[in-house]
Antibody
Framework: EVQLVQSGAEVKKPGESLKISCKGSGYNFTNYWIGWVRQMPGKGLEWMGIIYPGDSDTRYSPSFQGQVTISADKSISTAYLQWSSLKASDTAMYYC????????????WGQGTLVTVSS | SYVLTQAPSVSVAPGRTASISCGGNNVGSKSVHWYQQKPGQAPVLIIYSDTDRPSGIPERFSGSNSGNTATLTISRVEAGDEADYYCQVWDSSINHDAVFGGGTQLTVL
């Protein structure tokens, strides 16, 4: 069974750094892209970027380029999303999701990681 | 950048048919995927590549895509279908960005 398991909820202060994770199992982690999707409170889904763990090829939405860093460690089947300096506006639920690549759907999703940034 | 437009809300009585549209410039030339998200849960893929259903998704869910509109159709709507529905495509014109529609909240009366 394909599973993506994300790290737990985080409460941070503005200016702090954060790295959240997404661990894949039940499939060959290096053969699928992992995407990150933001959902702000009461809002829709926003695509942030995507990484191919096989070679670490990474692409970012123009809206998130320079705001976050996406990485992966294929040795432990885990993808990451990180911030160097959080803002209150980063408060949201973040989902990772698996896709076979361009034109393919996000066919499996993590349970989500809630990030709260508040002073 | 490419934009997908969805109506914010749709209401339907139980047992009737719900149609949720997703508009985009020549979206018929793209492969459209649909996701269902119930409150407090992660999205779930319900239709991929315009018309295909993943295993475990009821036949009541179907999709179509032509011209500037893709449509998700839910037949014999049940109370449990109440959720937010999102369409999604890949915009190959810009580095293969994923694009989501704004979502449609389905209310079962």
């Amino acid at each position: 069974e394909v599973q993506l398991v994300q790290s737990g909820a985080e409460v941070k202060k503005p200016g702090e750094s954060l790295k959240i994770s997404c661990k894949g199992s039940g499939y060959n982690f290096t053969n699928y892209w992992i995407g990150w999707v933001r959902q702000m409170p009461g809002k829709g889904l926003e695509w942030m970027g995507i990484i191919y763990p096989g070679d670490s090829d990474t692409r970012y939405s123009p809206s998130f380029q320079g705001q976050v860093t996406i990485s992966a460690d294929k040795s432990i089947s885990t993808a990451y999303l990180q911030w160097s300096s959080l803002k209150a506006s980063d408060t949201a639920m973040y989902y990772c999701a698996r896709t076979g690549g361009a034109a393919r759907p996000f066919d499996s999703w993590g349970q989500g990681t809630l990030v709260t940034v508040s002073s | 950048s490419y934009v997908l437009t969805q109506a914010p809300s749709v209401s339907v009585a139980p047992g009737r048919t719900a149609s949720i549209s997703c508009g985009g410039n020549n979206v018929g030339s793209k492969s459209v995927h649909w996701y269902q998200q119930k409150p407090g849960q992660a999205p779930v893929l319900i239709i991929y590549s315009d018309t295909d259903r993943p295993s475990g998704i009821p036949e009541r869910f179907s999709g179509s895509n032509s011209g500037n509109t893709a449509t998700l159709t839910i037949s014999r709507v049940e109370a449990g279908d109440e959720a937010d529905y999102y369409c999604q495509v890949w915009d190959s014109s810009i580095n293969h960005d994923a694009v989501f529609g704004g979502g449609t909240q389905l209310t079962v009366l």
